[in-house]
Nanobody
Framework: QVQLMESGGGLVQPGGSLSLSCAAS????????MGWYRQAPGKERDLVAL???????NYADSVKGRFTISRDNAKNTVYLQMDSLKPEDTAVYYC???????????????WGQGTLVTVSS
């Protein structure tokens, strides 16, 4: 069974920085997609940043130039460095991965449990 464990959320002042991490545990053959989503109160869950195994990354317009996604394939871990944080970045942040357990198995997605990021003075 694969689980994603997130860490790094918390309270930060506007203009500050936080770093999130999400590590996958279990026997995993490969991970293609790694992404970060966020959900603010009363709003839908939206994609923040993504990274594919081929090296492609993309960001929501609202975070471009401020957030950086990176991955460590050897550790099955994805990171999100968040700089110049704004109050509107306040949300629960979720990671998602799409992975295979064996070479011939189907790819499936797994979500983390979420970590709260609060940007406030």
């Amino acid at each position: 069974q694969v689980q994603l464990m997130e860490s790094g959320g918390g309270l930060v002042q506007p203009g500050g920085s936080l770093s999130l991490s999400c590590a996958a545990s279990g026997s995993i053959f490969s991970i293609n997609f790694m992404g970060w989503y966020r959900q603010a109160p009363g709003k839908e869950r939206d994609l923040v940043a993504l990274s594919t195994s081929g090296g492609y990354t993309n960001y929501a317009d609202s975070v471009k130039g401020r957030f950086t996604i990176s991955r460590d394939n050897a550790k099955n871990t994805v990171y999100l460095q968040m700089d110049s944080l704004k109050p509107e970045d306040t949300a629960v942040y979720y990671c998602k991965m799409t992975l295979k357990l064996t070479m011939g198995s189907r790819e499936f997605e797994v979500w983390g449990q979420g970590t709260l990021v609060t940007v406030s003075s």
